[in-house]
Antibody, heavy 120, light 108 residues
Framework: QVQLHQSGPGLVKPSQTLSLTCAISGDSVSSNSVAWNWIRQSPSRGLEWLARTYFRSKWYDDYAVSLRSRITISPDTSMNQFSLQLKSMTPEDTAVYYC??????????WGQGTLVTVSS | DIQMTQSPSSLSASVGDRVTMTCRASQAIARYLCWYQQMPGKAPKLLIYGASSLQSGVPSRFSGSGSGTEFTLTISSLQPEDFATYYCQQAIDSPRLTFGGGTKVEIK
């Protein structure tokens, strides 16, 4: 059974960088048949796909166009996890952040979610 | 980006009712459509993919239909555990997945 467990801070100050980690059990971050995603949800923006990373003989990543200049997704094969970094946080980035496994573009396993509040 | 529009935004129903909700895409997406159920404070749960394929472990009272731009999720006999918010998601424009705004199913 695949499980995803998220960790990271719940409060970030404006202009700081958010770092979240998603630990994988029951699958491998290096699997060549799935992708590992970050999604966020807020009342104002709804569910919003942010980024994905996947391995197909080499590592690939994709990002939402609106966040491309601020966001990085990184796999960690030694820990079997992947992470998200989002720079220059503003109150508009306040949301619940989820990691999720993607299989043929369906998101079949999700982390528990992390409420991230941007406030001084 | 492909826009997904769900209707209604909320509905009231009773246990045992047949419930139907709609998702419309701003352009044709063939059958690249998923449905999720979200309980308060929980992550979304995949119910349906490929417009009509039931995810493993999902009760058969859930069904999906449609293709192109219009899709439907039906719950044949609403159960107490089905009161939740339901989201559709297009999967044709991968990785730029986009979601509908949700339909909240409330107790009548």
């Amino acid at each position: 059974q695949v499980q995803l467990h998220q960790s990271g801070p719940g409060l970030v100050k404006p202009s700081q960088t958010l770092s979240l980690t998603c630990a994988i059990s029951g699958d491998s971050v290096s699997s060549n048949s799935v992708a590992w995603n970050w999604i966020r949800q807020s009342p104002s923006r709804g569910l919003e796909w942010l980024a994905r990373t996947y391995f197909r003989s080499k590592w690939y990543d994709d990002y939402a166009v609106s966040l491309r200049s601020r966001i990085t997704i990184s796999p960690d094969t030694s820990m079997n996890q992947f992470s998200l970094q989002l720079k220059s946080m503003t109150p508009e980035d306040t949301a619940v952040y989820y990691c999720a496994r993607g299989t043929d573009s369906r998101l079949d396993y999700w982390g528990q979610g992390t409420l991230v509040t941007v406030s001084s | 980006d492909i826009q997904m529009t769900q209707s209604p935004s909320s509905l009231s129903a009773s246990v045992g009712d047949r419930v139907t909700m709609t998702c419309r895409a701003s352009q044709a997406i063939a059958r690249y459509l998923c449905w999720y159920q979200q309980m308060p404070g929980k992550a979304p749960k995949l119910l349906i993919y490929g417009a009509s394929s039931l995810q493993s472990g999902v009760p058969s009272r859930f069904s999906g239909s449609g293709s192109g731009t219009e899709f439907t999720l039906t719950i044949s006999s609403l159960q107490p555990e089905d009161f939740a918010t339901y989201y559709c998601q297009q999967a044709i424009d991968s990785p730029r997945l986009t979601f509908g705004g949700g339909t909240k199913v409330e107790i009548k």
